[in-house]
């Protein structure tokens, strides 16, 4: 069986992020179940603001469709969401609108989504870890975009301490259920490949 192929990326492109570094434990981790992954930064993908008027006059940004083509050469995708007021950011909003925008002849509608499975996580200051805003995410990404999304999310609370200092998780229990999440995406992502 060939190996799934599976991208990663996280919904904040700040300097020093959190779910940057969660999305890179979870890249590590993918690898050693033996996914080829393919770890990306949404500041590689730039996107004016979701405009109608503007995808009228302009057509879909090229960035979208290139993030398209890249997820539609997917199997799966892990995607480290922070937590913005109880729900997630509109840097990742905005890039899944766009994307929701390109049609490709002979694909069903939202090829980039109904294709593929996605599992989730976050990382926040709070005990929570973002599980509120993965909720909201979860919802529309099933109920938006048709995506079929794993039902165990990866909630990395008290991020002060969430990392060691070689950029691994410190708690052994959140490692073990991220591992688990990362074992249940190669899987499921591997019925696809």
Do not use: C
């Given at each position: 069986?060939a190996?799934p192929k599976?991208v ?6 700040r300097t020093?992020?959190?779910?940057e570094?969660?999305a890179t434990v ?20 730039p996107l ?5 008027d ?7 940004p090229e ?5 398209v083509d890249?997820?539609?050469?997917q199997h799966?995708a892990f ?7 109880a729900?997630?950011?509109p ?5 899944f609108?766009w ?5 490709i ?6 090829p980039a ?15 929570m870890?973002?599980?509120r ?6 919802a529309m990404?099933?109920?938006?975009l048709?995506a079929l999304?794993l ?6 609370g008290n991020?002060a301490e969430?990392?060691?200092?070689d ?5 052994p ?7 688990s999440v990362?074992?249940q995406l ?8």
């Amino acid at each position: 069986m060939a190996a799934p192929k599976i991208v990663v990326l996280a919904g904040s492109i700040r300097t020093g992020s959190l779910n940057e570094k969660l999305a890179t434990v979870v890249a590590r981790a993918l690898q050693d179940a033996g996914a080829e992954t393919t770890h990306i930064s949404l500041k590689d993908y730039p996107l004016p603001l979701y405009d109608g008027d503007l995808q009228a006059r302009e057509g879909v940004p090229e960035a979208a469709r290139a993030l398209v083509d890249l997820f539609l050469a997917q199997h799966g995708a892990f995607v480290a969401s922070p937590e913005y007021n109880a729900s997630f950011p509109p840097l990742l909003k905005n890039a899944f609108d766009w994307m929701s925008r390109v049609s490709i002849e002979g694909k069903p509608p939202l090829p980039a989504f109904k294709t593929k499975v996605f599992a989730l996580g976050s990382v926040t200051n709070g005990a929570m870890g973002g599980y509120r805003g993965l909720t909201q995410l979860r919802a529309m990404m099933e109920l938006g975009l048709g995506a079929l999304v794993l039902p165990e999310m990866v909630s990395v609370g008290n991020a002060a301490e969430a990392f060691t200092d070689d950029g691994r998780l410190s708690n052994p229990r959140t490692a073990d259920f991220m591992t688990s999440v990362v074992a249940q995406l190669v899987t499921e992502a591997g019925r696809l490949a």
